[in-house]
């Protein structure tokens, strides 16, 4: 059969080892739940796992929409952005997509997810000379752990590369000026919680500043206590014990839909 540009694939779960089958299941729900949170932009952006035990990853078809990705349907591509094994399908991976995630994967061994967005409240921060400010909480928990990274153009200059590392350091997220966000971390959950408390701190700031009211931010010695609270090692993985609800939601959200469960 010529699958062609449709969106339903069959199983792979027999014919790959029961850990990659489990990074499948859980890279398409991330998919599927930047999707509910309203985080996509139309079929653009890439979420990346690296596969257990190998240094290769998996990635989207570029051409199928975040709520209609599938285990099945993820492309394996080694750092270099080679196609090792992919559906039967039309469609192929954006090269962008490897240019960033391929990189970060490339350079932080303690990295095994990296997720980018292009939406609004990031991109809208993205191109304030202020970066994001830790006017809430929330946003606090960046506060001296984010990096910024100037925009070159469209992500696709193998030699920008290497200042993409250098621009994210020793952090587990990024704010690309001009262009958009990016979390990562040692496993999906934790990449997927980064994004979505950085998503909402560019939404808070965005509505803060749109009141047109003087903005609070608590003195110094209160964001880095707050923010290092938040980082690794310091207390529990944040993302591990929200993931099952988050896959609950998803579940729930599963019977009611047309398209294929992410577990396919």
Same mark, same amino acid.
């Given at each position: 059969?010529?699958?062609?540009?449709?969106?339903?694939?069959?199983?792979?779960?027999?014919?790959?080892?029961?850990?990659?089958?489990?990074?499948?299941?859980?890279?398409?729900?991330?998919?599927?739940?930047?999707?509910?949170?309203?985080?996509?932009?139309?079929?653009?952006? /890439?979420?990346?796992? $690296?596969?257990? !035990?190998?240094?290769?990853?998996?990635?989207?078809?570029? !051409?199928?929409?975040?709520?209609?990705?599938?285990?099945?349907?993820?492309?394996?591509?080694?750092?270099?952005?080679?196609?090792?094994?992919?559906?039967?399908?039309?469609?192929?991976?954006?090269?962008?997509?490897?240019?960033?995630? !391929?990189?970060? /994967?490339?350079?932080?061994?303690?990295?095994?997810?990296?997720?980018?967005?292009?939406?609004?409240?990031?991109?809208?921060?993205?191109?304030?000379?202020?970066?994001?400010?830790?006017?809430?909480?929330?946003?606090? $928990?960046? &506060?001296? &752990?984010?990096?910024?990274?100037?925009?070159? !153009?469209?992500?696709?200059?193998?030699?920008?590369?290497?200042?993409?590392?250098?621009?994210?350091?020793? &952090?587990?997220?990024?704010?690309?000026?001009?262009?958009?966000?990016?979390?990562?971390?040692?496993?999906?959950?934790?990449?997927?919680?980064?994004?979505?408390?950085?998503?909402?701190?560019?939404?808070?700031?965005?509505?803060?500043?749109?009141?047109?009211?003087?903005?609070?931010?608590?003195?110094?010695?209160?964001?880095?206590?707050?923010?290092?609270?938040?980082?690794?090692?310091?207390?529990?993985?944040?993302?591990?014990?929200?993931?099952?609800?988050?896959?609950?939601?998803?579940?729930?959200?599963?019977?009611?839909?047309?398209?294929?469960?992410?577990?396919?």
């Amino acid at each position: 059969m010529d699958y062609g540009h449709c969106t339903d694939f069959p199983s792979v779960r027999d014919h790959v080892s029961p850990d990659e089958w489990q990074a499948r299941v859980d890279l398409a729900a991330c998919y599927r739940l930047v999707d509910h949170f309203g985080m996509t932009d139309l079929i653009y952006n /890439h979420i990346t796992v $690296r596969v257990p !035990g190998s240094e290769y990853l998996l990635i989207n078809l570029y !051409g199928l929409l975040y709520r209609e990705i599938t285990a099945s349907s993820l492309v394996k591509i080694d750092l270099d952005g080679n196609i090792i094994d992919k559906p039967d399908s039309d469609y192929g991976i954006n090269q962008a997509g490897y240019v960033i995630h !391929g990189a970060i /994967h490339r350079a932080r061994a303690d990295v095994a997810c990296v997720i980018h967005t292009h939406t609004r409240a990031g991109m809208a921060v993205s191109s304030m000379t202020c970066g994001l400010l830790p006017l809430n909480q929330t946003a606090m $928990r960046f &506060h001296g &752990h984010i990096g910024y990274h100037d925009y070159e !153009g469209p992500a696709i200059n193998l030699d920008e590369r290497v200042r993409l590392v250098a621009s994210l350091g020793p &952090h587990d997220a990024l704010i690309l000026r001009s262009h958009g966000l990016l979390t990562c971390g040692p496993d999906i959950p934790q990449a997927f919680n980064t994004m979505y408390q950085l998503e909402m701190s560019c939404r808070a700031q965005v509505d803060a500043m749109a009141a047109r009211t003087e903005l609070l931010i608590p003195p110094e010695e209160v964001l880095a206590r707050t923010a290092h609270l938040y980082q690794r090692g310091t207390r529990r993985p944040f993302g591990v014990l929200e993931w099952p609800a988050m896959l609950r939601l998803l579940d729930a959200e599963s019977r009611n839909s047309p398209f294929p469960p992410h577990t396919h």
